[in-house]
């Protein structure tokens, strides 16, 4: 997945230098993106929208994130992924449960994805990408 996304950031961003940060709960995706000390322009949030037991866990994780200061100004991006599962969350039920209603101050997206098919990866970019060159 890693060389889909680095493909799809730079058909998407270009040659514009920028941090965006790609989080998933551990053990559910395998990557590292180190935090230096620098602002970051957006977040990746991607949830596996097939495990209820664990959606709690996400909106907590995702919480603390946004507390942090690197991220004060981050645009939102949340993958709602594994959506071709016949129990996967809608994508309003896991707005619901992350609670982003409550981000007042925040520009945030939730995109229904299936990373194996490759399917809403490109949409949900894109509208990063849009949400970034307004900044």
Known sequence: MGLTMSSLFSRLFGKKQMRILMEQIP?????DVPLVA??????????????????QESSEELQKML?????????????????DLPNAM?????????????LRNRTWYVQATCATQGTGLYEGLDWLSSELSKR
């Open 27 to 31: 053990n559910t995706m395998q990557t």
């Open 38 to 55: 620098e602002v970051l322009r957006g977040l990746i949030f991607v949830v596996d929208s097939n495990d209820r037991e664990r959606v």
């Open 67 to 83: 507390q942090e200061d690197e991220l004060r100004d981050a645009v939102l991006l949340v993958f709602s992924n594994k959506q």
């Open 90 to 102: 809608a994508v309003s039920e896991l707005t619901d449960k992350l609670g982003l209603q409550t």
